[in-house]
């Protein structure tokens, strides 16, 4: 879903179409998943992904489909991307946006509402999407961020920040 600068949707494209090196503002999510030992899932990007290949990031992203519910799109990207069934969801970060430009010139330009999980089930990450996966404890990752931010992608240097802000990093 394309946005105004307001966020407000003002039409739809393909998602092939949208990211460029003049990306339209558009409509995401991200989602952080816990485990019950309060660890937070952490996946390594595929080396074929289009944008930040090989970087570590948050649980999982994507976009909701024309006319599908915000949380409806988390769980069905959940399931796609890691085979993961979610418990509990939250969403914590309403109004988180960003802007980034890839190595490649590929600019990401979203408003990515943030949504925290628990995990309802084992990982089974897609090998297209997933390059590696773990379950990291908040504290070292949050380090390990502040120290190499290089190596992750924009949106999780941002987002651990902000989710620390409202006490839910």
Not at 121 to 128: E, I, K, N
Not at 157 to 165: F, K, R, S
Request: include cysteine.
């Amino acid at each position: 879903m394309l946005l105004d600068d307001a966020g407000l949707p003002i039409g739809s494209a393909p998602k092939a179409t949208v990211h460029t090196r003049d990306t339209p503002l558009h409509l995401a999510f991200s989602c952080h998943v816990r485990d019950a030992d309060g660890r937070i899932l952490v996946t390594r990007r595929a080396l074929t992904k289009r944008t930040w290949p090989g970087v570590w990031t948050n649980s999982f992203c994507g976009h909701p489909g024309p006319g599908e519910d915000l949380e409806d799109a988390v769980r069905r990207r959940a399931r796609t991307e890691l085979g993961l069934e979610l418990g509990a969801l939250e969403l914590v970060l309403p109004d988180f946006r960003y802007r980034a430009v890839d190595a490649s010139g590929i600019v990401e330009h979203e408003v990515c509402p943030v949504f925290l999980a628990t995990a309802g089930g084992p990982v089974s990450a897609d090998p297209d999407e997933v390059l590696d996966w773990e379950w990291a404890d908040p504290g070292p990752l949050g380090k390990a961020v502040m120290q190499a931010p290089f190596a992750f992608s924009p949106w999780l240097a941002l987002q651990l920040p902000a989710l620390a802000a409202v006490g839910r990093a």
